[in-house]
């Protein structure tokens, strides 16, 4: 008998489908429309909420979340609380966000908009940057990703500090937790990656007060939620200077609109929120094996803290 599992989320359903079928064909993922009986299915994979399904779904026993980030899922009220809710953690995703963090990182290390400024007049303008010992690398949430990204930071000779909600202790890494020891932690970073979950403590915290403490002239660069970021205040510090050059991944409304003032902002760059994505053979494989343990009475991994939010 096969393990069922509701899939939400139309469009990747069929990637979704293939990797199940190849690499755990014990489980029958089963695309959700309107209307079917979904009565009998223990297991929901989802990335979004979609509240008409929860009273459908008399047997659910647990939510998989198909990204990291379960802002989107907890934000539904009408989510069963006694449910638990596994988020998504798997060595592609966590390698992507270490590359798109490096690549960043690098960019706006060697300020690449100076090169392409001087190329754009033909001028062979002499171009410096410290060596990366002298540049500072600030990271907000040094979880999974955060220290994925903090540890290749490192490898190529960043001073990296990353700052955390409880105390951390990765190598060459200074560490930073808590709001008390925030002014410190942005105090000396000249580049801030924020790899925050979305929760009600870190919704907004990119916002005017936090971009005055950083050195003038840093560079921004968010990977987490558009919720994090005050998109007004980056707009009025980057025209200040307080803020030189910024890379978003993510909005507040995604897709960003045709009209919105970022895709026209001096030295803001835009990501179309890939910054990483979930590999679906590699989430379906680890999704086959969270249930088996499940079923087999051993727990699971990655489940979601819904009083904390991550
Ligand atoms: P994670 O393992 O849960 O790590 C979260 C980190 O944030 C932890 O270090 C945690 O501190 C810290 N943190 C949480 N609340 C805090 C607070 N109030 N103050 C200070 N630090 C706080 O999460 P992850 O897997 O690294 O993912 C992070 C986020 O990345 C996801 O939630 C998602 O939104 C985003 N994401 C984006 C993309 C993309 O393509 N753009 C892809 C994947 C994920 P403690 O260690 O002390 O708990
Ligand atoms: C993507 O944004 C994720 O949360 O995995």
């Not at 449910?83 to 300020?111: D, I, S």
Request: charged share 20%; aromatic share 10%; with cysteine.
């Amino acid at each position: 008998m096969r393990t069922k599992l509701l899939f939400v989320g139309g469009e990747e359903a069929e990637a979704w489908g293939r990797a199940f079928a190849e690499l755990a064909p014990e489980v029958a993922l089963l695309p959700y429309r309107l209307g079917i009986d979904i009565s009998d299915v223990p297991y929901c994979l989802a990335y979004k909420s979609a509240p008409e399904i929860w009273p459908a779904m008399k047997s659910l026993r647990v939510v998989f979340c198909r990204g990291a980030g379960v802002d989107r899922l907890l934000a539904d009220r009408t989510l069963p609380r006694d449910v638990p809710v596994v988020r998504m953690v798997e060595p592609e995703l966590t390698r992507g966000m270490a590359e798109y963090v490096l690549w960043q990182c690098l960019f706006h290390h060697r300020k690449v908009w100076e090169l392409e400024a001087a190329q754009s007049c033909a001028a062979w303008r002499p171009h410096t940057y410290p060596a990366p010992w002298d540049r500072t690398i600030g990271i907000m949430g040094l979880g999974e990703l955060g220290a994925a990204a903090a540890a290749k930071l490192v490898e190529f000779g960043f001073q990296v500090r990353g700052w955390s909600r409880t105390p951390g202790s990765l190598p060459k890494v200074e560490s930073f937790w808590g709001p008390e020891q925030l002014p410190a932690f942005l105090s000396k970073t000249e580049i801030l990656v924020c790899l925050l979950p979305l929760t009600a403590d870190t919704r907004g915290i990119l916002n005017a007060s936090l971009f005055a403490q950083l050195p003038r002239g840093a560079s921004l660069i968010n990977a987490a939620r558009g919720g994090h970021l005050v998109e007004a205040d980056l707009s009025a510090a980057m025209a200040s200077g307080q803020i030189n050059a910024a890379t978003l991944d993510v909005f507040e409304t995604e897709p960003l609109p045709e009209d919105h003032p970022f895709w026209s902002t001096e030295r803001l760059y835009i990501t179309p929120h890939n910054a990483s994505n979930t590999d679906p053979r590699s989430g379906a494989w680890r999704i086959a094996r969270q249930i088996a343990r499940f079923e087999a009475g051993d727990g699971l991994e990655n489940v979601v803290d819904r009083a904390r939010g991550y």
